[in-house]
């Protein structure tokens, strides 16, 4: 299996104006790309030339000798999730066992939003903020960089990358503002709902 670069599920422009084609020019086009051609640098003629994408992830977590590996993997994987939990006319809000499981966890979705909002914002520097199946629950977590709840044996079930690349072309330093409408324009319910 060889790593190469999955396309946008979506044109550059759909989802403006929340997010510019300009920002997913850059950010697939070059950002994700080049952490791809990295990672197919540094894993040719090693035993991880043929694995999956996850296992290279999950083999590499936590390992300081191969940080390089594993950024470059993390990154791979946590931009392709990032793009399937957008979609053109998003936010609203889930129904059925994700809308109980995330009212059983954080005492309403206001609340759940508030929460994951807050750590998006709060994550100081580069990073992503992730809503993760905890057993019977849901839970919110914040990681730096290229760290990943797959490096930590957690499932993944919705992200928002809080890189500055994320958002600086629309937003430049209101972070917020960019939560805000991931939350209330951009998220692909369906696909969070279709991991469960
Ligand atoms: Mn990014």
């Known amino acids: 299996m060889s790593i190469t ?6 044109g550059r422009d759909a ?22 051609t990295n990672l197919v640098k540094l894993i ?6 043929n694995m999956a994408l996850e296992d290279i992830v999950r083999k590499c977590a936590g390992d300081t000798s191969k940080a390089g590996i594993f950024n ?25 066992r994700l809308m109980k499981k ?3 966890s954080f005492g309403g979705f206001d609340k ?3 929460e994951m909002k807050n750590a998006a914002a709060t994550q100081f520097g580069s990073g992503w ?4 199946l905890d057993g019977d ?3 919110i977590e914040k990681t730096s960089n290229a760290d990943n709840p797959l490096a930590h044996g957690r499932r993944a079930l919705l992200t928002i990358d809080v890189w500055e690349h994320a958002y600086y072309l629309d937003y430049q330093n209101r972070r917020p503002d960019y939560i805000a409408a991931f939350f209330e324009k951009l998220v692909n319910w369906d696909y969070v709902e279709s991991l469960m």
């Open 5 to 10: 670069l999955p396309d946008l599920p979506y």
């Open 15 to 36: 989802l403006e104006p929340y997010i510019s084609a300009r920002t997913l020019e850059f950010h697939h086009g070059k950002h994700h790309q080049a952490y791809v």
């Open 44 to 49: 040719a003629g090693t035993e991880m030339e």
């Open 72 to 96: 470059n993997a993390a990154q791979v994987w946590n931009h392709t999730f990032y793009w399937n939990c957008m979609k053109k006319n998003g936010g609203g809000r889930p129904s059925g």
């Open 102 to 104: 995330i009212e059983d």
């Open 112 to 114: 759940f939003v508030e």
């Open 129 to 132: 903020a992730w809503l993760v």
């Open 137 to 139: 629950r849901v839970g």
